[in-house]
């Protein structure tokens, strides 16, 4: 059967006699008549047909070569890229108190040295924009607002570096929003800064009770004013973290966010996430989940994403996607040089990969990597949106970077649901 392994299909529920084909691998998706898809089974298409699908992705003429293609997929990544990314954290510090907070039992005082951020410009500059490479640095925290001085030296070094060298800088922030002014981001902006992820869990009584300032004081209605006095400059990303008992509470934000009269159109994909077990252990808030398949959790993230979706927000597509751990030119940068492959992972040293004075350990074995690459992930029909899960979560799960994070039983209940929500929902570019 050419009908290739990564994809999915299911009847059309708004249009009795047909059916809906996704492919995994490409984001693409038909409406066809059943007889189509039963003429595709039998391998008898139309030239004309299968020339359409092929070109979807739907249909392959050599599905041993589709195989061998997917599992070279990232080594191929790797040979090509042609960008360096990097997550840098400037400082562990933050003005907000956030009960959940993923990083607060190792959180203090601690900011980069300027000597750590002249060994990161360095290392960024040889390796990476002396070979031709673009980079992309997303300045993170604690917050990362509160080093603002070191994050200008940074990106100013890096800036004028790619100019000489005729590559590009460009970077983005991860951030709390309280700090992010207009006078703040104009500052950044001819250093390259084009957005940034900020986080209002919920409505302004549910966000004040889970991201108080320092002071116990709300932070709702500051970020929002921030919020409103920038998003016209940068792109925007926003979203929240929510628990079993609070999520359906969340569709209000976003309507606080219509109330101020901003642009969904204007802003970035609207990010949700419930609250995670805390980096480094299994300590975690009461409601906290990180079984995907929970079915509390499928439903919340779901029921999230079509609210979102209805308010005329945007949401990320299910698509292809590599965990950060198995590209070479990605990298995490702690506050004190040691480098780390994913942020979540900062919470084990042994899950360090080196230092910038040192450089970058053999991490293949500690990391698993093409840990995806055996016959049930190759032959899986959701490989593409998967390539084995998360390291973070099997972490957590069994104690060791020690295999698979298998998404199928997530998958197989949400992944229509998600397919039909973007044909009906999804604002069109």
Wanted: charged share 25%.
């Amino acid at each position: 059967m050419p009908l290739s392994r990564y994809l999915i299909s299911f009847p059309d529920p708004g249009r009795p006699g047909s059916a809906i084909l996704y492919s995994t691998r490409k984001g693409s998706m038909v409406r066809v008549p059943e007889g189509v898809l039963a003429a595709a089974r039998a391998g008898s298409l139309a030239e004309a047909e299968r020339d359409l699908l092929r070109r979807l992705n739907i249909w392959t003429d050599d599905p041993a070569a589709e195989r061998r293609a997917m599992a070279g997929l990232v080594d191929h990544t790797n040979q090509r890229s042609a960008t360096f990314s990097a997550t840098v954290l400037l400082t562990l510090d933050c003005n907000l108190a956030c009960p959940y907070c993923f990083e607060g039992h190792f959180r203090a005082n601690r900011v980069m040295t300027a000597e750590t951020a002249r060994l990161l410009i360095g290392h960024v500059q040889r390796e990476h924009i002396d070979q031709g490479r673009d980079v992309e640095i997303r300045f993170y925290g604690g917050e990362p607002l509160m080093a603002v001085p070191l994050l200008k030296e940074i990106a100013r070094s890096l800036w004028d570096a790619a100019t000489a060298a005729g590559t590009r800088f460009s970077c983005s922030l991860v951030t709390n929003g309280t700090l992010l002014t207009r006078s703040t981001v104009e500052e950044l902006l001819p250093l390259g800064l084009h957005s940034a992820q900020i986080t209002l869990d919920g409505p302004l009584k549910v966000h004040d009770r889970q991201r108080p300032f320092v002071s116990g004081k709300g932070s709702f209605g500051t970020i929002l004013n921030n919020l409103q006095a920038v998003y016209d400059l940068i792109t925007l990303k926003p979203g929240g973290n929510y628990t079993r008992e609070n999520y359906r509470q969340f569709p209000a934000m976003l309507d606080a966010l219509l109330d101020a009269g901003m642009d969904p159109a204007r802003l970035g994909p609207v990010q949700f996430a419930p609250v995670h077990p805390k980096s480094g252990g299994h300590d975690a808030h009461s409601a906290a989940c990180f079984a995907g398949d929970e079915p509390w959790l499928m439903e919340a993230s779901l029921f999230l994403r079509e609210e979102t979706l209805r308010r005329g927000f945007s949401v990320d597509k299910p698509q292809m996607g590599v965990c950060m751990v198995e590209l070479a030119n990605t990298l995490v940068v702690n506050w004190d040089g040691t480098l780390y492959k994913c942020p979540p992972l900062m919470g084990w040293p042994e899950l360090s990969i080196g230092t910038l004075a040192g450089g970058i350990n053999d991490y293949r074995a500690s990391h698993d990597l093409d840990m995806w690459k055996n016959d049930e992930c190759l032959e899986c029909a959701y490989l593409p949106l998967c390539f084995g899960g998360c390291r973070f979560f099997r972490k957590l799960k069994t104690g060791a970077v020690d295999g698979v994070d298998c998404r199928r039983g997530y998958l197989d209940e949400a992944l229509e649901r998600l397919v039909l929500q973007d044909l009906e929902l999804q604002p069109r570019p």
